[in-house]
């Protein structure tokens, strides 16, 4: 826009200067206050392109910063949270050990099914209305028979639902028929 403002005064400056010597003088101040009006918004504009380009920069930064921060917030909320589940893990197992090792088992009757399923309920949870690993279905209230049978059959390695199968089978193997039955009753009881 600019290079046609000044392209238009040249132009009538040549066409008045056949028009005489006051004519030419007038064309020379246009032109002179032309390009002084067109260096002044030149400045004009660079310096609103710096302060634009500042003030972009200054909130970039404070926009990544903010982002840190709340990153840094959110790692330190998730390790607490892991620390917080491994804790109840570990003291899950250890509940679960000591229980086991008080039971005394014999092979026919199996243990108390409420004993047997302290192994269970770090995954199934306490009532067995937890779904283990986001994975499982809910175990509560299943009769006993089926439980039994879906226990034989990971026990076995039969069975593999939604991926557990290798799981469900780690944590049978050292369960006789008697737990099993034990077991099996007390979750349908849940």
Avoid at 137 to 161: F, H, M, W
């Amino acid at each position: 826009m600019t290079k046609i403002t000044l392209l238009s005064l040249l132009a009538a400056s040549v066409l008045f200067t056949a028009c005489g010597e006051d004519t030419k003088k007038a064309a020379t101040e246009t032109t002179a206050k032309t390009i002084e009006v067109a260096k002044e918004t030149t400045s004009d504009l660079e310096k609103a392109a710096t302060n634009a380009a500042e003030a972009t920069k200054n909130a970039a930064e404070e926009l990544a910063k903010a982002a840190k921060e709340t990153a840094d917030e959110a790692g330190a909320a998730a390790k607490k949270a892991a620390d917080e589940l491994k804790a109840r893990a570990v003291a899950t197992t250890e509940a679960a050990k000591e229980k086991l090792s008080k039971a005394v088992v014999s092979e026919s009757e199996g243990a108390d099914g409420a004993v047997v399923y302290t192994k269970c309920s770090g995954c199934h949870g306490k009532d067995g209305k937890t779904k283990a690993l986001g994975k499982s279905a809910l175990i509560a209230g299943q009769s006993a028979g089926d439980l039994a049978k879906k226990l034989e059959e990971y026990k076995e390695g039969k069975r593999n639902v939604s991926g557990m199968g290798t799981l469900m089978k780690g944590q049978v193997t050292g369960l006789s028929e008697g737990d099993i039955l034990s077991v099996s009753e007390y979750i349908s009881g849940l």
